[in-house]
């Protein structure tokens, strides 16, 4: 049997402890470790510097645009000024009162033996209309011929207008006589305010059917 001497054991032992020792492992993760966050960072770099270049060259864009969109935006605003002032303007159209249809319906109701002295009308904020006529009458019974008049206007107004009141300020008999159709008759003064809305009043809301909850009693 043949007998083998090592006489480099030592130093064998040595080397292979070196290459085992902790420190020197840690360091060769760390390194690689290092390694790692280089190539991470160099590609975070690289992003940035791709995202910066969109900016770039959004903000460009956005410089030759922004005139024209700054443009399309006063446009916009001048047209939205325009549309409110017409609504407004509609509205005031729409909501007018014309004063010739009541003329037309207060001529109707003026007789002969009747005439007017003066009407006075006012349009209220709520949109009603108030309205003073002064006149006289004439007739064997004048009062009866005003009261005639008030009633023939409060329906002719009845008839196109809402919440209508005609009533009388003042009825007065005078000493004057006046001749109409070979007849001397009495004469009277008037006065009228009359009151109507030309806008109709909202329908109040019908309540619906009652549920009945269980236990309930029946009525």
Not at 27 to 32: D, F, P
Not at 93 to 119: H, M, T
Not at 132 to 142: C, K, S, W
Request: positive net charge; proline residues 4%.
């Amino acid at each position: 049997m043949a007998l083998h001497l090592n006489l480099l054991h030592e130093e064998i032992l040595e080397q292979r402890q070196r290459q085992r020792d902790p420190l020197k492992i840690g360091m060769m993760v760390l390194s690689a470790l290092g390694a790692i966050m280089v190539v991470y960072y160099l590609w975070n770099a690289y992003k940035v510097l791709e995202i910066r270049t969109r900016l770039s060259q959004a903000q460009q864009n956005w410089a030759k645009v922004e005139p024209k969109v700054t443009g399309a935006q006063k446009r916009s605003a001048e047209l939205n000024s325009i549309i409110s002032t017409t609504k407004v303007l509609d509205g005031m159209i729409d909501g007018r009162f014309y004063w010739a249809p009541f003329l037309e319906k207060l001529s109707r109701c003026v007789a002969l033996n009747a005439q007017l002295i003066s009407i006075d009308g006012t349009v209220l904020d709520d949109g009603k209309i108030s309205i003073v006529i002064d006149g006289l009458a004439a007739g064997r019974e004048p009062r009866a011929a005003a009261e005639e008049l008030r009633q023939l206007l409060l329906e002719q107004l009845g008839q196109s207008y809402n919440d209508v009141k005609v009533e009388f300020k003042s009825l007065e008999d005078l000493d004057t006589i006046v001749n109409i159709g070979g007849s001397n008759m009495a004469m009277a003064r008037f006065g009228i305010n009359a009151t109507f809305n030309t806008v109709a009043a909202k329908p109040t809301p019908t309540p619906g059917p009652r549920t009945k909850t269980r236990g309930e009693p029946k009525q």
